[in-house]
């Protein structure tokens, strides 16, 4: 069964610092993964996909992605926090059971200090 | 301008109500779903639809039901709500085909009391 995997429900960074949101998936074919950020009473918005090719993937706000098929990991980046990425970070692989749904993780949150 | 609408934002009812959530997309995308979210959890597939008059249940076991008459529009209604109900539940929509990206809403917060 598919499934993701985020390691650490709370991350904490200074503004400037390195932000690093891990994620970990299984999956019996080739995966289809996102990044989603919510903030406070609101949806969830696309950062970034990996589908196909490059495995380094760059989105929105400064943010990138890794796909490391051996690792089976697809890691967040992003160089220097800014206050404002202060939110919810979900990680999602495409459900091959449910036509194009989305298997999620349970999220990370991220907080930002000055 | 293109997007998913949910209403209402918030909801606060008693037990026993019937209640429909409303979601519509701008999106032109034949692909709509209901997610639930609860703190500190993955979000859960509670139903999707492929097109008019296509539904299917997700992953979640769900007393509610959903109905795709139009193209735009995917309501969830509970026929008798319970307080475990009490979530936010989450819409969005996907083109057919392409790289899967699903686009959401911004959400309904339930409470049932």
């Known amino acids: 069964a598919q499934s993701v995997t985020q390691l650490g429900s709370h991350v904490s960074v200074s503004e400037g610092a390195l932000v690093l949101l891990r994620c970990n998936y299984s999956s019996s074919v080739p995966p289809y993964l996102f990044w989603y950020v919510q903030y406070p009473n609101q949806g969830l918005q696309l950062l970034l996909k990996y589908t196909t090719g490059a495995t380094l993937v760059k989105g929105i706000n400064g943010f990138e992605a890794e796909f490391k098929k051996s690792e089976t990991s697809f890691h967040l980046t992003k160089p220097s926090a800014h206050m404002s990425d202060a939110a919810e970070y979900f990680c999602a692989v495409r459900n091959n059971q449910a036509g194009t749904a989305l298997i999620f993780g349970k999220g990370t949150t991220l907080s930002v200090s000055s | 301008e293109a997007d998913i609408y949910q209403t209402p934002r918030y909801l606060v009812i008693g037990t026993g109500k019937k209640i429909t959530l409303e979601c519509s997309q701008t999106?032109?995308?034949?692909?709509m779903y209901w997610y639930q979210q609860d703190p500190g959890m993955e979000l859960h597939l509670i139903h999707y639809?492929?097109?008019?008059?296509?539904?299917e249940k997700g992953d979640l076991s769900s007393e509610s039901t959903v109905s795709r008459i139009r193209t735009e529009h995917f309501p969830l209604t509970l026929e008798s709500a319970r307080p475990s109900h009490t979530s936010q539940y989450l819409c969005?929509?996907?083109?057919?085909?392409?790289?899967?990206?699903?686009?959401f809403g911004p959400g309904t917060r339930l409470t049932v009391t």
């Open positions: 999106m032109g995308h034949d692909k």
């Open positions: 969005a929509s996907s083109v057919a085909g392409g790289s899967y990206e699903q686009y």
């Open positions: 639809s492929y097109g008019v008059n296509s539904t």
